[in-house]
Every structure is written in structure tokens, then in C-alpha cells.
């Protein structure tokens, strides 16, 4: 007989997670997108219409990633993997923090910040562990590189990847985030239909979609209380004296 399969957590993070680390949302009303419009920065169209702001502006939020850190949650998801749970991590960020707090099984539906890549062929991708990408920087190809991130209006290629994983799911975790951007928002439709699924976030309560248990907390003391409780059982469910406290 085969070893018992382990747990499985699928984690849907996404940019609340990191705000409690320093790295602003481009919903909030300061940092970093409050004077750049989405259409002017984050778009294929800006692209081509300047893509030397758009160079600057990504440059400004790499800078800001590597002088962020890791904060309770990341390193409790961390934590909960190293003890024998498999924990599949499906980010909407485009950061490393998960990685640097320990955890091994990252999917990045939006990119990677720290990663450039060609601009003729999505395939050719370069690490940046330090400085920035510029115009005249180019690909083995002879293209320039740009971020390798999706933009607004660009395809999600690892979309049907994260479809793969949720599928899997013993248990759905949902970390900051309004399951407002498409189309990771739909990933929980991909879950079996008795996989039970959480929320955890300060406006848990009015975000959370039917049939989704709530915790309204900030990911930092939510998601370390379901850790110590998963970790603790060695299984994973909704345990009602967290939701109670």
C-alpha cells in the first residue's frame, strides 16, 4: 500500500496579502498607482505609446518588492508546508514574498516582477536580481525585454494550470482578496463541490460569494490562527473557535 495522501491546501492569494507588507494595491487611493492611471502603465496600448514610462513605473514597484518582507501569513503558509501538508499557492501577486517566506509551490497568474522577458517570445524569460530593465536591454533574440507581467487586457497563460490545482483542493483558501479580477475570480467554480472554501479578509463579510465561510480578519492574524489549528489536528478544516473569536 502507498503512503496516505497528504492534505492538500490551495491557497488563492492575492494583493492583500502583500499590503501588509509594504506593497500598496493599485486600488488604494496612495502609492504608487495614484499617479500612474492603469491605462498609462499597465496596459499593451501604453506599451507602445511609451514604453519608457512603463519601464520607470515597473522599475519603481521592483524597487519597492525586494525592500519588502515577508509577513506572518506567508511564513505560517510556509510553516504548514514544511509540516507534512502539500500547499499549492495560487497568487494574483507579482512578488516573491511567498517564496521567500519558505514556500515551494507557487503559481503566478499575473507574472513575476523580478523577471523580465522577451517581447517576441513570452518563452524567453531572464531573472533580475538586482536593478532594473531599460530601453536597449534586449533578448537572445535581439528584442527589448519588457516585465513579465500581464497586463490589463492580455491573456492569463497559467490560467488553466491554476484550473489543475484548484481541482485538487481539500480544502480552498482565499487570502486579500475581492474576487473582483477576472479571471481569477471564477477559479473557485474549479473546485469539487465538497471542497469547503474560506475567506479570510477585513471586509470578509461582504465580499465572501454564497456558500464561502468568512473570516474577517487581515491575513496576518487570520491566516497563523488556521495554521496552529490545521497543524495541531493534522487535517485541515474550518474550525468554528476561530471563526468565533
Given at each position: 500500500m502507498g503512503e496516505p495522501a497528504r492534505p492538500h491546501l490551495v491557497v488563492l492569494s492575492g494583493s492583500g496579502?502583500?499590503?501588509?507588507?509594504?506593497?500598496?494595491?493599485?486600488?488604494?487611493?496612495d502609492g504608487l498607482w495614484a499617479d500612474h492611471p492603469i491605462e498609462e502603465v499597465a496596459t499593451p496600448e501604453a506599451w507602445r505609446r511609451d514604453p519608457e514610462r512603463v519601464l520607470h513605473f515597473y522599475n519603481l514597484r521592483r524597487d519597492q518588492v525586494r525592500r519588502a518582507r515577508p509577513n506572518a501569513a506567508h511564513k505560517a503558509l510556509a510553516a504548514l508546508e514544511k509540516q507534512g501538508f502539500r500547499v499549492s499557492i495560487i497568487t494574483q501577486n507579482i512578488d516573491d514574498l511567498h517564496e521567500r517566506a519558505g514556500s515551494r509551490d507557487v503559481l503566478h497568474l499575473h507574472g513575476e516582477i523580478l523577471k523580465a522577458r522577451s517581447t517576441v517570445d513570452r518563452r524567453m524569460q531572464y531573472r533580475l536580481p538586482r536593478g532594473g530593465i531599460a530601453l536597449g536591454d534586449i533578448c537572445d533574440k535581439g528584442s527589448q525585454l519588457r516585465p513579465d507581467v500581464v497586463w490589463?487586457?492580455?491573456s492569463v497563460p497559467h490560467f488553466g494550470d491554476a484550473c489543475e490545482i484548484v481541482a485538487e483542493a481539500d480544502l480552498l483558501l482565499v487570502v486579500g482578496t475581492s474576487l473582483a479580477v477576472m479571471p481569477a475570480a471564477s477559479l473557485l467554480d474549479y473546485a469539487p463541490l465538497d471542497t469547503p472554501?474560506?475567506?479570510?479578509?477585513p471586509e470578509a463579510?461582504?465580499?465572501?460569494?454564497?456558500g464561502?465561510?468568512?473570516?474577517a480578519q487581515p491575513a496576518g492574524k487570520g491566516v497563523p490562527q488556521l495554521v496552529r489549528h490545521w497543524k495541531r489536528e493534522r487535517r485541515?478544516?474550518?474550525?468554528?473557535?476561530?471563526l468565533e473569536s
Open positions: 496579502i502583500s499590503a501588509e507588507s509594504g506593497i500598496q494595491t493599485f486600488r488604494a487611493s490589463f487586457g492580455e472554501c474560506l475567506l479570510v479578509d463579510e461582504s465580499l465572501a460569494p454564497p464561502v465561510t468568512r473570516l485541515l478544516w474550518v474550525p468554528e473557535t476561530v
